[in-house]
């Protein structure tokens, strides 16, 4: 059996009889995002108080999975920085819109986001970290996400009051 290419051509086989190609790797967020399933939530500054939840996200589409790719937080005074997953809260604070990076495709995320949001309890902390004062800084490291299913959530609390936090969020839905 011959395989040939939309050009014609042979396919290369290597003396052992494997089939040699070569092929582009595209990260899956990449690939979400041209697919029209990549966002950002922009958490636009504010004058915060202790165990304020500055970022709270929540996936609402039923289906999908929303996978967290990149967390920043800017905080003016130096704190401690609790990632949790609260239960599913009435949520209350100023709603952020997501934006979806393929300006091509458009379209909103089914997600719920708000900045100071206090209607939720804090609730499995899965990460606590510190930042140094007028720092940003990323709570996910290369390689790392977290990953949201319906109507699970996930709040970002800077422990230390301070004048202005802002942030983002990134993510992808799969």
Not at 22 to 41: C, S, Y
Not at 77 to 92: D, E, M, R
Not at 104 to 117: H, N, R
Not at 126 to 153: F, S
Request: proline share 3%; charged share 20%.
């Amino acid at each position: 059996m011959n395989l040939t290419g939309i050009n014609g051509e042979m396919a290369d086989v290597d003396k052992e009889g494997r089939l040699q190609v070569r092929a582009v790797a595209i990260p899956e967020a990449k690939q979400q995002i041209l697919d029209g399933d990549g966002f950002v939530w922009d958490f636009t500054g504010y004058d915060y108080d202790a165990a304020d939840t500055v970022m709270f996200i929540r996936n609402d589409h039923p289906d999908k999975n929303l996978v967290i790719d990149a967390i920043e937080l800017y905080g003016d005074t130096a704190s401690k920085i609790q990632v949790h997953c609260p239960a599913n809260p009435t949520v209350a604070g100023t709603e952020i819109t997501g934006t979806n990076w393929n300006r091509a495709k458009g379209g909103l995320p089914l997600a719920t986001a708000y900045q100071d949001e206090t209607g939720n309890t804090q609730a499995n902390i899965i990460k606590t970290t510190y930042t140094a004062a007028n720092a940003v800084t990323d709570l996910l490291r290369e390689n790392e996400c977290i990953v949201l299913g319906y109507h699970q959530c996930l709040g970002v609390d800077l422990v230390t009051a301070g004048t202005m936090a802002y942030g983002q969020i990134v993510g992808h839905y799969e």
